[in-house]
C-alpha cells in the first residue's frame, strides 16, 4: 500500500494559479490546492532595509533594529550579523554591535503574532537559475541535481564566472542549463547587488532598499517544477512575463490568462476562497470515513487521528493502518497548506505491531520529501506519538486570513452560564431599583390626592349621618302627631304618670293600673296610662355617641392617611398598590359600622314605641 501511494504522490500533475491583483497564488495537485503563497503585509521574505540599532541585548545575544515598516522592530541574534561584525572573533554582541550602528540587512521570516521579524546580514539575491551571497563564500549545488558529472560541470563554471569575495548556489533549475543561460543569470544578479549598494549609500536608514515587485516571476522563479503543466494567471502584461521567463524551459508548459471581468474571479473558479475557508477549520474529513483535528497553540501543533465512521477493512488491524497511512498523506498537505511551523505532535491510532508502526513512519517520510520546508521526523514516543519539526516560512493561513475572537479574545471558550446569571441579576437589580425610585416620586405626588379623597369621603359620612338624624326626629314628630290625633277622634284620654323601675316592676307583676298612683277618679274607660320615657334623652345620647364614633374613626382614618403616607415612602411599587387598597378597604368598613349603629337605634326606638303602646 505505502509504494504504491508513494508513486501516485510523485507522478501527480501540478497546476500553478496566481491572482496578480490580490498577490495571492495557489499549487493544485490533481485539481486540489495543496500550497498557498501569499505576498501581503509590510515584511515580506527577501525584503532587504537599510536600518538602525536600537537595542544590543547581550543577555540574548541579540539585537533589535529600525527598519521603519511598523513599530515591530527586527530581531537578528549574534549567529546572524555575518559581514555586520565589527570585529572578527568570538565576541559578545555588544562588542560587535552598538546603537545607532546603520546595517543593512535582509528578512529572512516574516513577523508572527507580537514578534517582529527575523533579519540576517548575510544577504543572498535569488535569480533563476542560481542565488548570488555577496558577502559568501565558495560555490554550492544544489541537493536535487544527484547526476556526478552535471555537478562537477557546474561547481567548475562556479569557480570560474563568480566574483571574488562571493559566494554562489546553483538551483536545481541549473541542471542542463546552457553556460551562456547561466553566466547571463550571474550578470543580472551581479547589476542587481550594484544597484542595492548605491541606494543604501544614498539614502537615510530606515528604508526599503529592495524588493521582489513582480510577485508572479517570484512565484515562477521558486515554484516550477518537471511536474508542473499549466499556468494560469489574471493579469496580461504578468503572462508576458512568464512567456518570456520560461522560453528556455524544454518542457511545454501551458500559459493562461484568466479574465476575471468576464467570468468568475480566479480565486473563486478554481474554489482557492473555499480551500481558505475550509483551512481555518480544525477537523478534516479523510476520504474513508476517518477525520484528523488540528489545533495550533503557542508552543506547538497538535494534530489528532481518529477512525469515524471507517469500517471496510476485514479486521481492526487493516482498519487502523489504513487510516493512519491515509491520515499522514493528509498531513503532509495539510502543513503545506496552512503553512504550519514549529513543532508538531501527530497523535496516530495506536498499533500493537511494531510492524505496522515502520511502515505507517516510511509512508510519512515518503509523503513529507517533496516539502519545501524540510520537515524533520524526530521520533515515535512510547506512547505512539510521532513528533517532528518543520521550519518556519512566514505567516500562517491563520495570522494571514483569521483575526482574534472579540468574544473569548482568542482562547477558544467564554464564561460560565453561572456568572452571565450574575451579571444579568445585577442588571435587572439596578434597573429595579432605578424603577421604584421613579415610583416613589409619582408616589409622592400621588399621595395628598389620595388623602384628599378620603377627607371628602369622611365629611360626606357625616353629612349623611346629620340628615338621618334629622330624619329620624322629623319622624318621631310626625308619630306623636298622629298619636294625638287619633286620642281626640276616640275622645280618650292619655295621662302620662311618672313611675320609678321598681314601681314599674311591681306595677307589671301585680297587673295594677298605675293611674291608682294619681287617684281611683283617674280610673275610668277613657282614660289611658302613658309611662313617662326617656326617648328624647336615648336619642340626644344616641348622637352623640354616633358623633363621637364617626370623630373617632375620622381621627383614626387621618393616623391610617399619614401612616399609609410613611408605608408608601419606604415600600417598593408593588406593596403600594397593596396599600391603596387597604385604604379602600377600611373606608367600606367604616361605612358599614356607621349604617349599622343608625339601623340599630331605629330599631331601639321601634320597641320602645311599641312597648308603650
Not at 560 to 586: R, Y
Amino acid at each position: 500500500f505505502s509504494k504504491s501511494k508513494s508513486l501516485r504522490i510523485n507522478y501527480m500533475s501540478q497546476q500553478i494559479i496566481i491572482a496578480e491583483q490580490a498577490r495571492i497564488a495557489a499549487l493544485l495537485t490533481d485539481d486540489r490546492v495543496d500550497e498557498l503563497i501569499v505576498a501581503q503585509g509590510h515584511y515580506q521574505i527577501g525584503d532587504i532595509f537599510l536600518g538602525t540599532v536600537e537595542n544590543v541585548l547581550p543577555g540574548i545575544d541579540a539585537a533589535f533594529i529600525n527598519i521603519g515598516e511598523s513599530d515591530k522592530n527586527g530581531f537578528i541574534h549574534v549567529s546572524d550579523l555575518g559581514p555586520l561584525r565589527l570585529k572578527k572573533g568570538t565576541f559578545g554582541i555588544t562588542e560587535l554591535l552598538e546603537p545607532k550602528q546603520k546595517v543593512l540587512v535582509q528578512v529572512i521570516k516574516e513577523p508572527t503574532g507580537s514578534k517582529g521579524p527575523r533579519l540576517t546580514g548575510s544577504i543572498s539575491i535569488p535569480g533563476k537559475y542560481m542565488i548570488l551571497q555577496p558577502y559568501g563564500q565558495g560555490v554550492n549545488i544544489s541537493r536535487k541535481i544527484n547526476t556526478e558529472t552535471e555537478r562537477s560541470r557546474l561547481k567548475a563554471l562556479g569557480v570560474l564566472i563568480k566574483p571574488p569575495s562571493t559566494g554562489l548556489l546553483f538551483r536545481t533549475e541549473a541542471e542542463k542549463i546552457k553556460e551562456e543561460l547561466l553566466i547571463e543569470d550571474l550578470e543580472h544578479l551581479i547589476q542587481q547587488w550594484e544597484n542595492i549598494l548605491k541606494v543604501s549609500e544614498a539614502s537615510h536608514p530606515p528604508n526599503l532598499v529592495k524588493r521582489d515587485d513582480d510577485f508572479s516571476l517570484k512565484i515562477l522563479r521558486d515554484h516550477i517544477k518537471e511536474s508542473t503543466k499549466s499556468i494560469i494567471i489574471d493579469s496580461k502584461f504578468s503572462v508576458a512575463r512568464a512567456k518570456d521567463f520560461l522560453k528556455n524551459y524544454e518542457s511545454d508548459i501551458d500559459i493562461k490568462f484568466h479574465d476575471n471581468s468576464l467570468s468568475q474571479h480566479i480565486l473563486n473558479e478554481y474554489e482557492i476562497k473555499k480551500t481558505i475557508q475550509t483551512a481555518l477549520q480544525p477537523r478534516v474529513d479523510l476520504p474513508s470515513g476517518g477525520y484528523i483535528i488540528i489545533e495550533p497553540t503557542e508552543a506547538l501543533t497538535v494534530i489528532d487521528v481518529n477512525s469515524g465512521s471507517f469500517t471496510r477493512s476485514a479486521n481492526s488491524r487493516q482498519t487502523v493502518l489504513w487510516t493512519n497511512c491515509e491520515a499522514a498523506v493528509e498531513i503532509s498537505r495539510q502543513m503545506k497548506l496552512r503553512n504550519i511551523g514549529g513543532v508538531i505532535v501527530v497523535d496516530f491510532i495506536d498499533m500493537e505491531s511494531r510492524r505496522d508502526q515502520f511502515q505507517l513512519l516510511e509512508h510519512f517520510t515518503s509523503a513529507i520529501k517533496d516539502d519545501s520546508a524540510r520537515p524533520q521526523i524526530a521520533q515515535l514516543t512510547e506512547l505512539g506519538l510521532v513528533e517532528l519539526t518543520r521550519k518556519r516560512q512566514g505567516q500562517n493561513i491563520y495570522e494571514l486570513f483569521g483575526k482574534k475572537c472579540s468574544t473569548c479574545d482568542g482562547k477558544g471558550h467564554v464564561e460560565n452560564i453561572l456568572n452571565q446569571e450574575i451579571s444579568n441579576l445585577k442588571i435587572k437589580n439596578d434597573e429595579n431599583k432605578f424603577n421604584q425610585s421613579d415610583n416613589l416620586k409619582s408616589l409622592d405626588v400621588d399621595t395628598p390626592q389620595s388623602t384628599d379623597e378620603q377627607e371628602k369621603i369622611i365629611n360626606k359620612e357625616l353629612l349623611n349621618s346629620k340628615d338621618l338624624s334629622k330624619e329620624n326626629s322629623s319622624y318621631k314628630k310626625e308619630n306623636d302627631n298622629d298619636n294625638l290625633n287619633q286620642s281626640n277622634s276616640k275622645e280618650k284620654n292619655i295621662i302620662t304618670v311618672d313611675l320609678t323601675n321598681e314601681e314599674k316592676i311591681v306595677f307589671s307583676q301585680l297587673g295594677i293600673n298605675p293611674l291608682i298612683k294619681l287617684g281611683k277618679e283617674y280610673l275610668t274607660s277613657n282614660n289611658f296610662v302613658r309611662l313617662k320615657n326617656s326617648n328624647e334623652e336615648t336619642e340626644k345620647t344616641l348622637d352623640k355617641k354616633t358623633k363621637s364614633k364617626q370623630i373617632k374613626k375620622s381621627s383614626k382614618s387621618g393616623e391610617e392617611k399619614i401612616q399609609i403616607k410613611i408605608e408608601d415612602k419606604a415600600n417598593s411599587q408593588d406593596n403600594s398598590t397593596n396599600k391603596i387598597n387597604e385604604v379602600i378597604f377600611t373606608e367600606e368598613k367604616d361605612e358599614i359600622e356607621v349604617t349599622d349603629d343608625l339601623k340599630n337605634a331605629r330599631k331601639k326606638r321601634r320597641r320602645s314605641s311599641a312597648s308603650i303602646e
